[in-house]
């Protein structure tokens, strides 16, 4: 996709720990069916979650291998719900213009 992402986007994005806990590797395959950002990019916006207190992370062994976790926190939950609401605003509003063209009836 051409569009870029931000850090509102990459929050909301990551958020998706709200439905299950998902590991680093998982969330960027997810992220990158919107976006061509690298792997690398990723675990920054992810230790910022978690010093801002959004997420925890927490290891698990896998096939002998360990995986970090991450989990939404409850504060977490609610920075999502607000991002998911101007996510809903913001799509509308863009929708309204590319469809209208911008002109309001008077």
Same mark, same amino acid.
């Given at each position: ?13 990551? @958020? ?44 698990? @062994? ?8 991450? %989990? ?5 939950? %609610? ?5 998911? $609401? ?19 009836? $008077?």
């Amino acid at each position: 996709m051409i569009f870029p992402m931000n850090t509102p986007m990459f929050d909301l994005l990551v @958020s998706i720990t709200e439905k299950e806990d998902a590991y680093g590797y998982q969330l960027s395959q997810i992220i990158k069916r919107v976006s061509n950002t690298k792997d690398s990019t990723l675990y920054p916006v992810l230790k910022r979650l978690q010093e801002q207190g959004f997420l925890t992370a927490y290891d698990q @062994s896998f096939q002998g291998r360990n995986r970090r976790y991450y %989990r939404i926190t409850e504060t977490g939950r %609610r920075q999502y719900q607000m991002l998911s $609401e101007e996510w809903d605003a913001y799509r509308m509003a863009v929708d309204q213009i590319v469809k209208t063209g911008g002109i309001q009836d $008077e």
